[in-house]
């Protein structure tokens, strides 16, 4: 798999830069084992990726059609033979976002291409926060 080129100039097939990779074609990614954070073992931990998916009327789509979709996910997952985690997707407008695990962005662009979904951009998680956050902060 190549990864020369520019990710604004979609020069090649794939495109990166230090931390952000664009499929230059419909590309795509899956997902896995909805665990959060919280829920994430320890002894697990690989990096995290956001991946954002164009999909023309995505927020319109069925939960039978969203059903359809985690199933092709699956699949792919199972073909890769590697370790992947899917934590969870959001779909927003013409997007689907979804937060993934895996040893790196190659195997995260591999599983999308299996799958048959976009992944326009793929992202490498470099912090987690929430409220829980402000509640470890020292005060004072």
Not at 72 to 88: E, F, K, M, Q
Request: hydrophobic content about 35%; overall charge negative.
């Amino acid at each position: 798999m190549s990864t020369t080129g520019s990710s604004r100039h979609r020069s090649s097939r794939w495109g990166a830069t230090t931390d952000v990779w664009r499929p230059v074609g419909s590309e795509a990614e899956g997902h896995r084992f909805g665990t959060g954070p919280e829920e994430r073992p320890k002894e697990q931990d690989m990096p995290r990726f956001l991946i954002e998916r164009e999909i023309p009327g995505a927020s319109t789509l069925t939960e039978a059609q969203l059903a359809e979709i985690a199933q092709t996910s699956n699949a792919a997952v199972d073909s890769l033979g590697v370790p992947y985690n899917w934590v969870t997707s959001y779909v927003a407008g013409d997007k689907i976002y979804c937060l993934h695990e895996a040893d790196d962005a190659e195997t995260i662009l591999e599983h999308a291409r299996r799958g048959g979904f976009p992944a326009d951009v793929v992202s490498v998680v470099a912090n987690e926060f929430g409220p829980h956050t402000a509640e470890s902060a020292s005060v004072g």
